[in-house]
């Protein structure tokens, strides 16, 4: 377990960065702001003695010489701390990109900063990261995976002006190599990449889209289906949720659809709850998970890792409907009736004891405030 500071903490790889060491039950990072890194003295004293320093933060858009500009200006800020360090840290691990000195102001200002931080004497990683994609990326600003996503799930529809082939890493992967942990059935640090070009990928979200529009499920037959539609439901949450299920009546009874399975695996569940008793209390960081309670009344509370919203889903058997969990999100099922609680529960993988991709985590108490966007 190793003690880390990191930059860029609340972008997007620095947030699920921290997700991730949040999984593994390391601790919460040390957060060096940009206000910090302005500041020599203040970086020296954050990363004093700390196992690793990992540099995170960078200016992806904006005007090519001010995009050019922040990104040497981050790297030897921090290099300038760590100068001033007494006791410097062993290692620093840059989020440095595949598109390093390949003669654009980004590639440029990305290389520019490798070799200042090398300068340092402290051992250095340097990571070539290709695009990354992955839950709760800025639209038109992290990647083209989470604009395409916005837009469709706001209703409209990607046009590609320019095809080309993208190579495309999920960000907990990423997340991975950088902190340096094996591989955990869940993520995987070796950044296996799914190489598709624009078209085809908008076609397969478009799809994604598509079928889950009425609440079905996209075909999920690898590990990158799963993180494409984990992506797109992070762009549809909360807005288009619970979604009502439909249901038929006659003589006999009524029959509740509750699942609509396009392809991949899956185990539906059931469970019964007593009143007032929780289940739940954790997040997972792949798994595709569904509520549908059937009989009684409940509440599903959830808060995304790292934030402090708690948002609550009054839910009831009288008018079924599903609420899919949204990835790295905490969640629980509180029984809030008098009766006893009846609940469907499906997931897109069979459980597997070893694996179970369920990191225990409290809705109404969260661990230290989030760091702003952009820190």
Known sequence: MLRLAVTGAGGFLGWHVRVLLRALGWPEPTVLTRADLADPGMVAAKVSGVD????????????????????????????????????????VIYANSVQA????????????????????????????????????????????????????????????????E??????????????????????????????????????????VATTYRAGEIP??????????????????????????????????GELVETVKAHGGAGQTFCSTTHPGITRGEHFHLAKVERFVVLRGSAEISLRRVGDSEVLRFPVSGDEPVLVDMPTMWAHRLTNTGSDELVTMFWT????????????PEPVEAPRPAPVAVGA
């Open 52 to 91: 690793r320093v990992l540099h995170l933060a960078g200016v992806n858009r904006g005007e090519p010489a001010d995009v050019a500009a922040g990104n040497v200006q981050l790297g030897a800020q921090l290099a300038d701390g760590l100068k001033h360090c007494a006791n410097p840290p062993a290692r």
């Open 101 to 164: 000195g390949n003669g654009t102001p980004y590639g440029d200002a990305k290389a520019s900063a490798a070799r200042v931080l090398a300068s340092t004497g402290v051992d250095f990683d340097d990571v070539l990261l290709p695009n990354l994609y992955g839950e709760h990326g800025r639209p038109y600003y992290n990647s083209a995976v989470a604009t395409f996503c916005r837009m469709l799930a706001e209703g409209g529809r990607p046009e590609v002006h320019a095809d080309r």
């Open 166 to 207: 993208l190579s495309l890493v999920h960000v907990t992967d990423a997340a991975a190599r950088l902190i340096g942990v094996p591989s955990g059935g869940t993520w995987d640090p070796t950044m296996p990449a799914l190489r598709i070009g624009v078209r085809d990928l908008v076609d397969r979200l478009t799809g």
């Open 219 to 252: 075909p999920l037959v690898d590990r990158h289906d799963v993180r494409l539609f984990n992506t797109y439901r992070s762009h549809c949450f909360p807005a288009h949720y619970p979604l009502a299920l439909p249901r038929r009546a006659d003589a006999r």
């Open 348 to 359: 897109n993988e069979l459980f597997d004891p070893d694996r179970p991709d369920t990191w």
